[in-house]
Antibody, heavy 116, light 107 residues
Framework: QVQLVQSGGGLVEPGGSLTLSCVASGFAFSATGMHWARQAPGKGLEWVAFLQFDGRDKVYRESVRGRFTISRDTSNNTLFLHMNSLRPDDTAVYYC?????????WGHGTLVTVSS | EILMTQSPASLSVSPGEGATLSCRANQSLRDNLAWYQQKPGQPPSLLIYRASSRATGVPARFSASGSGTDFTLTISRLELEDFALYYCQQSDVWPWTFGQGTRLEVK
């Protein structure tokens, strides 16, 4: 079955960097679009970024564009979210999500806390 | 970005009864609307996509309809496991956006 195992969260100071990882299994990772979404503590859901199935097209929400980069390593079935210039309002549980259809399968989430 | 508005914010219903949740967009989505269920401490799970298609493994008591700007999720014969948070989400235009959620509570 589809599995998305996330890692890489933690506490980081404002302005710092962090990279999230998501190891995928149970489906054709190299032929599937992938997303990152997030949820601030006690708040609703927010879509963050998308990587097209062929790896060419990337889409970001405006508030993270230029600071976050979505990428993948198809040889290791791993999705990444590289986060730079982190701000306190980036504090959230980050979810790796398999596309098709839409936000079809969600990882368990990893907490990122941006605080001094 | 497209604004998604869900109503009501919370709904109290007795097990065995039905519930209807609404979602409205501020511009047409065609049928690019999905519904998700989220239970405490868990990630969301996809219920409905393309406005009315049930995701794999979703019970038939979940049904949905709508197109354009107005959408509905109906849950018939509520079971205890159905009491959770429900979100609608549009995939018509980037950035994909969610409603603020409807909390379905046991009456």
């Amino acid at each position: 079955q589809v599995q998305l195992v996330q890692s890489g969260g933690g506490l980081v100071e404002p302005g710092g960097s962090l990279t999230l990882s998501c190891v995928a299994s149970g489906f054709a990772f190299s032929a599937t679009g992938m997303h990152w979404a997030r949820q601030a503590p006690g708040k609703g859901l927010e879509w963050v970024a998308f990587l097209q199935f062929d790896g060419r097209d990337k889409v970001y929400r405006e508030s993270v564009r230029g600071r976050f980069t979505i990428s993948r390593d198809t040889s290791n079935n791993t999705l990444f979210l590289h986060m730079n210039s982190l701000r306190p309002d980036d504090t959230a549980v980050y979810y790796c999500v398999k596309d098709n259809p839409v936000l079809g399968v969600w990882g368990h989430g990893t907490l990122v806390t941006v605080s001094s | 970005e497209i604004l998604m508005t869900q109503s009501p914010a919370s709904l109290s219903v007795s097990p065995g009864e039905g519930a209807t949740l609404s979602c409205r967009a501020n511009q047409s989505l065609r049928d690019n609307l999905a519904w998700y269920q989220q239970k405490p401490g868990q990630p969301p799970s996809l219920l409905i996509y393309r406005a009315s298609s049930r995701a794999t493994g979703v019970p038939a008591r979940f049904s949905a309809s709508g197109s354009g700007t107005d959408f509905t999720l109906t849950i018939s014969r509520l079971e205890l496991e159905d009491f959770a948070l429900y979100y609608c989400q549009q995939s018509d235009v980037w950035p994909w956006t969610f409603g603020q959620g409807t909390r379905l509570e046991v009456k």
